[in-house]
């Protein structure tokens, strides 16, 4: 059986202090209770930036106005193969947090531990804590 790929673009939002956003999967969700850079599922036939722009917005409530790719990683599970396009986000308009509910912090960049993100993510998160 072929497993599913996803696409999904990430949005990695940090202000001048060096401050990262992030949020925490929910309770009853595919890694739930892991932190994670907020972003979502590309729709069939999307840009990865324009589903950024899209998912900021529905998830965390930015208008995204400057962003540019920083990384992308494949990774595969047991059901599912995905793609992740990882965006930093420099320029937004309004103050992100959890819209739909979900709890959201603002973290020192150099405070982030690779452990308390998906697997998947671990790779940002070192390259972001070398960077700090």
Sequence with gaps: MEKKHL?????????AQQHIFITQRPEGTH???FWEFPGGKLEKGEDPK????????????IAVTDCDLFH??????DDRF????FFM??????DPYGKEGQKSRWIEQQSLIA???PPA???????LIKDA
């Design 115 to 117: 452990e308390e993100f």
């Design 7 to 15: 696409h999904i673009a990430a949005g990695i939002i940090r202000n």
């Design 89 to 94: 986000v420099s320029g937004w308009k309004n």
């Design 50 to 61: 324009d589903a950024l722009i899209r998912e900021l917005e529905e998830e965390v409530g």
């Design 31 to 33: 890694m739930a209770g």
């Design 82 to 85: 995905i793609t992740l396009y």
């Design 72 to 77: 992308q990683v494949d990774h595969e599970f």
């Design 121 to 127: 993510n671990r790779v940002i998160v070192d390259m």
